[in-house]
């Protein structure tokens, strides 16, 4: 046997070995990008599954444990679900293959703690489903390494304390979702919360826990309410709380506020790290400039701002000749456009302290003034002025009609008898029609019919 027939010996054993590995396992539907094995009563996952898939769907299934090398093969992987399955906890490495990870779904499982090594290694991940489990802790570290995370869920869960210290701008410097509503907090740490990054303090969701009515927690969901942040509008009648924690004597924030009749919350909005609204209005073309004033006192601060149009604004990144920022963290906008409306954050962060002030302005951008004119009277002048046209050219104008029978008395007359006779003129019967592409039908008659062009 030649060494060509040996090559061809070989290539064949390696696809007949390549396609093997490829084949698609029983119950389970394979498409370009995709493994789909949902709902098939599943009690492990397939022992071999292709390396191609970018998307594996192994939800509604009686799964309890993934071996540490279940998704080894699969380097493609970004989109893995898992919910409603019987997972009560993940062993070590479990995702050190796939940290190209964006979308895990382990809600509707019996997970009842999240361990610091979980997610270790998904720096890519994006979101994260963990409601309808029976969490009760999580790690403080369980987050930790997840740069790119954008959203977080934890609702319908057990979880009476959550690590938001763990949660800062340079750690999850993306993340805009953190649910925790339905669970079992009885308090919120205050000084914690408040130093959360803007972002996440938009989005954080906390109704339907087993808070304990106090004036802290009051005075923070009055400050968001006032921002008229979602969390606070969507499940306005959801935030409770008990009084003295009594799970009998619920009553809510924002109907019973007669309870909190004593509370002080003005207080609490001027304190460190949070800033009220301001707004400004100019018009386009005209130069402002937005200032970064916070409670930090410090000398030594660092500053960025976030613009709706231009995102995110350092003195070291200043390449737009359009704006220019100051030290003291003062933002200027050379001549405003209508895209430099919205609102705008500045971040003092001072570094040594391990502090931070935000504050915000919301620019609205108008158009110049026009010229105090009626435009209803301005096309009535064009209407009469078209008007008197029409009738000098009616009266003014000589006939020069072929078919007028009698010269004109006066022009007036005999202009207006070649108009009138060129209405009573005989219509053009079919033949002069021939260029004409379609022609309705007489009335009655709702088809149309094709005429061919000549």
Not at 324 to 351: K, N, Q, R
């Amino acid at each position: 046997m030649t060494s060509e027939h040996f090559q061809v010996l070989f290539l064949l054993l390696f696809c007949v070995l390549h396609s093997s590995e490829q084949t698609c396992p029983s119950k389970c539907l394979c498409m370009s990008d995709t493994v789909r094995c949902s709902s098939v009563g599943l009690h492990k996952p397939p022992q071999s599954l292709p390396s191609f898939p970018a998307n594996l769907d192994l939800s509604h299934n009686h799964i309890t444990w993934l071996e540490p090398n279940t998704l080894t093969m699969m380097p493609r992987l970004e989109k893995l679900w898992m919910a409603h399955n019987e997972i009560h906890t993940l062993s070590r490495n479990l995702f050190r293959n796939v940290s190209g990870l964006r979308l895990l779904d382990l809600s509707s499982n019996r997970l009842q703690i999240v361990e610091q090594h979980y997610f270790h290694g998904l720096w890519r991940l994006e979101e994260l489903r963990l409601f309808n489990n029976r969490i009760t802790q999580v790690e403080g570290s369980s987050l930790s390494g997840l740069r790119s995370l954008k959203k977080v869920y934890f609702s319908f869960n057990q979880i009476t304390y959550f690590p938001f210290f763990s949660i800062q701008d340079h750690t999850h410097p993306f993340l805009a979702m953190l649910d925790l509503s339905s669970n079992r907090m009885p308090s919120l740490p205050w000084e914690d919360v408040k130093a959360l990054p803007q972002l996440v303090q938009q989005g954080l969701y906390t109704h339907n826990n087993s808070l304990i009515c106090n004036c802290s927690m009051y005075a923070m969901f009055w400050h968001w309410s006032l921002r008229e942040y979602n969390s606070i509008k969507d499940f306005t009648d959801e935030h409770t709380c008990n009084v003295e924690g009594d799970p009998h004597r619920p009553i809510r924030f924002f109907r019973d506020k007669w309870f909190f009749r004593n509370c002080t919350v003005e207080k609490s909005v001027t304190e460190p790290e949070i800033i009220l609204l301001s707004d400004v209005v100019v018009f386009v073309g005209d130069r402002v400039r937005l200032d970064c004033q916070t409670s930090l006192n410090s000398t030594n601060l660092s500053f960025t701002w976030l613009s709706p149009s231009r995102g995110f604004i350092t003195q070291s990144s200043m390449n737009d000749t359009l704006i220019s920022m100051f030290p003291d963290g003062t933002l200027e906008i050379h001549a405003t456009t209508i895209s430099d409306s919205g609102m705008y954050l500045c971040t003092a962060v001072d570094i040594k302290q391990a502090l931070n002030g935000t504050r915000e302005v919301n620019v609205t951008v108008l158009l110049p003034a026009s010229e105090p004119f009626n435009t209803g009277y301005t096309t009535l002048i064009g209407c009469m002025v078209t008007l008197v046209l029409i009738l000098a050219y009616l009266f003014l104008t000589p006939c020069r009609c072929s078919f007028c029978k009698q010269p004109p008395v006066h022009s007036n007359q005999g202009t207006l008898s070649c108009i009138l006779s060129s209405f009573t003129r005989e219509q053009p019967n079919i033949d002069t029609l021939k260029h004409v592409a379609f022609r309705e039908h007489p009335m009655g008659e709702e088809r149309i019919e094709w005429i061919p062009q000549s």
